[in-house]
């Protein structure tokens, strides 16, 4: 059981000596983006594999049986070519036990990643869903418009000879279905955050995103880690979506960031409470 004194807090501390603060097994659901490389400088902390290393064995130390790990990545590119980081990540992740629950595609519009004549532009991120066991949580997100909504439909899958076999027949599709695994977001200066002062940070996560991989992998009142907290928009949208959160930091100026953005989260969750409650509750006969 993690100490109360924890809870809802952000830490200026190195994550790897922080995390080895925490007891084992404790945490239900991490959200974290580190470094891409070393495209950008964050206070002057170095960033290398071995440091990767190290985090990746306390989020598995720390995680409990059936908690999820969401690795936000991305890999530089130098010389025209990709680092190819990410994919080493997570096939270190897979070495000390995790499973890869499922990898999904990121995709942010409104900036743009220059690629000159010799790449295509913008270039994806990488969210690694890894899990400790089988996830305690999953609450896939449903938005998708069906085309054929309405319609009967017939689903076949293909087994392993090549040959088909019927899955299910004469089925209703319904009106809305399961987003596929490709998201994209709005994303740049005024959009990726609702509050002016995340932008004192480079690189924000999108709020939306953030709040999507919240809400798939995490139950209200989860303990939300964020090991690499940064402007803090993790452990903001876990207020704004009824979790408890935790955040570790390296650098004191993001750490004051951070602090500052989430005691606006609190206020604006306690004006949608207030704005709940003032409606009343339904009666019954």
Aim: proline share 6%; charged share 25%.
């Amino acid at each position: 059981m993690i100490d109360s004194q924890l809870i809802n807090r952000i830490l200026c501390c190195d994550c790897v000596e922080g995390m080895r603060q925490l007891p084992a097994e404790c945490i239900p659901f991490t959200l974290t983006s580190p470094p891409y490389d070393n495209m950008r400088k964050f206070g002057g902390h170095p960033w290398t594999f071995d440091q990767f290393k190290a985090i990746a064995e306390g989020l598995y130390r720390i995680t409990m049986p059936g908690g999820v790990v969401v690795w936000v990545v991305a890999d530089q590119v130098i010389k025209g070519s990709e680092s190819g980081t990410s994919a080493r990540q997570k096939l270190y992740f897979m070495d000390i036990g995790f499973r890869v629950h499922q990898t999904l595609i990121m995709g942010r519009l409104g900036t743009r990643c220059p690629g000159g004549n010799i790449r295509y532009p913008n270039p994806p991120e990488y969210a690694f869903v890894l899990s400790k066991g089988k996830p305690r949580t999953i609450n896939l997100i449903r938005d998708r418009p069906n085309k054929c909504a309405g319609k009967k439909a017939t689903f076949y899958v293909r087994r392993a000879d090549g040959n088909l076999r019927l899955d299910r027949a004469n089925i209703t599709v319904g009106p809305i279905g399961l987003r596929r695994s490709f998201w994209e977001y709005a994303a740049g200066c005024g959009i990726s955050a609702s509050d002016r002062i995340a932008h004192g940070h480079p690189a924000i996560m999108p709020e939306a995103m953030a709040e999507d991989l919240i809400r798939s992998w995490s139950r209200p009142f989860d303990l939300v880690f964020d090991c690499m907290s940064g402007a803090g928009t993790t452990l903001r949208m876990a207020v704004l979506n009824s979790r408890r959160y935790l955040g570790m930091e390296a650098h004191q100026p993001y750490v004051d960031l951070a602090r500052e953005r989430l005691r606006l989260a609190q206020l604006e969750q306690r004006r949608r409470l207030d704005e709940f409650l003032s409606q009343g509750f339904p009666r019954h006969g």
